[in-house]
Nanobody, 115 residues
Framework: QVQLVESGGGLVQAGGSLRLSCAASGSIFSIHSMGWYRQAPGKQRELVAKITSYGISVYADSVKGRFTISRDNANNTVYLQMNSLKPEETGVYYC?????????WGQGTQVTVSS
């Protein structure tokens, strides 16, 4: 089992920045991916960014150049720095952990970008 604890959501004006954190604990495999999905009201959950345990990162096209995902392997924590936020990026951001056997999700953190 893996537990994920997210923090850092909130309300920000368009063009502003937020930093999300996700700390994983439990049975952490050495090879895995962690990252963030978001779900806007009435829409499907979509990948925002992910990073492997080797440090390889993948971003949604819509956030490239504005968001940066990073990780602290010693503390099994992943960060998502979000800059130049847009109102359409409002939603619940879910942290995930994935290894070859299972996927785990955090409880979600609300991000609201006002226009």
């Amino acid at each position: 089992q893996v537990q994920l604890v997210e923090s850092g959501g909130g309300l920000v004006q368009a063009g502003g920045s937020l930093r999300l954190s996700c700390a994983a604990s439990g049975s952490i495999f050495s090879i895995h991916s962690m990252g963030w999905y978001r779900q806007a009201p009435g829409k499907q959950r979509e990948l925002v960014a992910k990073i492997t345990s080797y440090g390889i990162s993948v971003y949604a096209d819509s956030v490239k150049g504005r968001f940066t995902i990073s990780r602290d392997n010693a503390n099994n924590t992943v960060y998502l720095q979000m800059n130049s936020l847009k109102p359409e990026e409002t939603g619940v951001y879910y942290c995930f952990y994935s290894n070859y056997r299972s996927n785990y999700w955090g409880q979600g953190t609300q991000v609201t970008v006002s226009s």
